[in-house]
């Protein structure tokens, strides 16, 4: 039972430059969630998912993209990478939530520089 | 809206001593409340949480923390902490209804044990 995978662990991006973080669970979660972490900042939700197919914009949803086409996966875009986009970035996976919120199990985080 | 915070950037703290980090929130409606613990380079991992029931909740490695509505706290403690307790300490909310939780994070607590 891997739990939470991410992929890459780092990465270096020029401005402009595109990427895709790739976020993978073998539990069966039906929400999953992309975070970053800036230092001072905590956590900050970028998008999230309720289900296969649906997205939703979190607290800072702007310059990125996200999809999930499989259950088990939730990939994170960046189209035109800018230097604020340097953070750590962490997927984040639970239950349903019914009728009380679940625990969310992390993955280990993406390390990225834009330079 | 939900929010936390965490006052306390950083608590430096003798092996052996106790601690407490210090969450409070803004709430004016149910209350969910999760603590959080990232060791180094690691994704967060739950250390306990509140969803109903008994204020004073008891978690992994021997933390314990208590829910004080009347206060809007939920501190966490831990009577003797060890080295290997060195991390930042995330307390979050949840906010939403059955099945559209949404988690708040505070901007965290750098636990730092000196031997």
């Not at chain 1, 939703?56 to 230097?83: C, I, M, T, W």
Request: glycine share 8%.
């Amino acid at each position: 039972n891997a739990g939470v995978t991410q992929t890459p662990k780092f990465r270096v991006l020029k401005t402009g430059q595109s990427m895709t973080l790739l976020c993978a669970q073998d539990m069966n979660h039906e929400y999953m969630y992309w975070y970053r972490q800036d230092p001072g900042m905590g956590l900050r939700l970028i998008h999230y998912s309720v289900g296969e197919g649906t997205t939703a914009k979190g607290e800072v949803p702007d310059g990125y993209n996200v999809s999930r086409l499989k259950k088990q996966n939730f990939l994170l875009g960046l189209e035109s990478a800018a230097p604020s986009q340097t953070s750590v970035y962490f997927c984040a996976s639970s239950a349903r939530g019914t009728p009380l919120p679940e625990t969310q199990y992390f993955g280990p985080g993406t390390r990225l520089l834009v330079l | 809206a939900q929010s936390v915070t965490q006052l306390d950037s950083q608590v430096p703290v003798f092996e052996e001593a106790p601690v407490e980090l210090r969450c409070n929130y803004s709430s004016s409606v149910s209350v969910y409340l999760f603590w959080y613990v990232q060791y180094p380079n690691q994704g967060l991992q739950l250390l306990l949480k509140y969803l109903s029931g008994s204020t004073l909740v008891k978690g992994i490695n021997g933390f314990e923390a208590e829910f004080n509505k009347s206060q809007t706290s939920f501190h966490l403690r831990k009577p003797s902490v060890h080295i290997s307790d060195t991390a930042e300490y995330f307390c979050a909310v949840s906010q939403g209804r059955s099945g559209t939780y949404k988690y708040i994070f505070g901007t965290g607590t750098r636990l730092k044990v000196l031997a």
